[in-house]
């Protein structure tokens, strides 16, 4: 059965503080992803990845940066959270090679910011 | 701009038909995705769509009209485990999806 799976289903943290989110897929996908999701709005692309040590920018990455150091493992970083980063935090990944592959997710962090 | 719009919720009957609409218009296509979300769950795949026509999966359907840049998801003989979020999804000439806010659906017996 493949999998995504992140660090965390719940977590809190204060203003100021680093936060690391962890996501590892066991699908040898070459492509990851970090999503945002907040009521009313569709998902928004944060950062992504398509091979190990690559990483693009999406449409929200400030606030935000991201590692990728081996194949398996995409990490995100909020480097000094904020109370509007309080958000579902949403990672997935896809085979590389067509338009057509879907992402499989993750169950979701979510993340409140005091 | 970029811009994907589909109904924020529909209700519909346990054993009746459900039509969810999605509208689209964005800097190129590559395709078209339906993504399934319950509550507090991860989005699962549903569907993808890249040519005209109607994609028949069991009890879900999705169709495609590119030149009207519209789609809809066809749920049949809906089941109570099929109230969820239904996602529209498009990849641009980038290759990155672009997301609609998606559309509640409620099943009432």
């Known amino acids: 059965d493949v999998k995504v799976t992140q660090s965390s289903r719940y977590l809190v943290k204060r203003t100021g503080e680093k936060v690391f989110l962890e996501c590892v897929q066991d699908?040898?996908?070459?492509?990851m992803f970090w999503y945002r999701q907040d009521p009313g709005l569709g998902l928004r692309l944060i950062y992504f990845s398509y091979d190990v040590k690559m990483k693009e920018k999406g449409d929200i990455p400030e606030g935000y940066s991201v590692s990728r150091e081996k194949k398996e493992r995409f990490s995100l970083i909020l480097e000094s959270a904020s109370t509007n980063q309080t958000s579902m935090y949403l990672c997935a990944s896809s085979l590389a090679g067509g338009p057509g592959n879907e992402q499989f997710f993750g169950p979701g962090t979510r993340l409140t910011v005091l | 701009g970029q811009n994907i719009d589909q109904p924020t919720e529909m209700t519909a009957t346990e054993g009746a038909i459900v039509q969810i609409n999605c509208t689209y218009q964005t800097s190129g296509f590559n395709g078209l995705f339906w993504y399934q979300q319950h509550a507090g769950e991860a989005p699962t795949f549903l569907s993808y769509?890249?040519l005209d026509g109607l994609e028949e999966k069991g009890r879900f359907s999705s169709f495609l009209s590119r030149s009207k840049g519209y789609s809809y998801l066809l749920l049949k003989e809906l089941q109570m485990k099929d109230s969820a979020s239904y996602l529209c999804?498009?990849?641009?000439?980038?290759?990155?999806?672009?997301w609609g806010a998606g559309t509640k659906l409620i099943i009432k017996p």
């Open positions: 769509n890249v």
């Open positions: 999804a498009v990849m641009d000439s980038n290759y990155q999806l672009i």
């Open positions: 699908m040898d996908h070459e492509n």
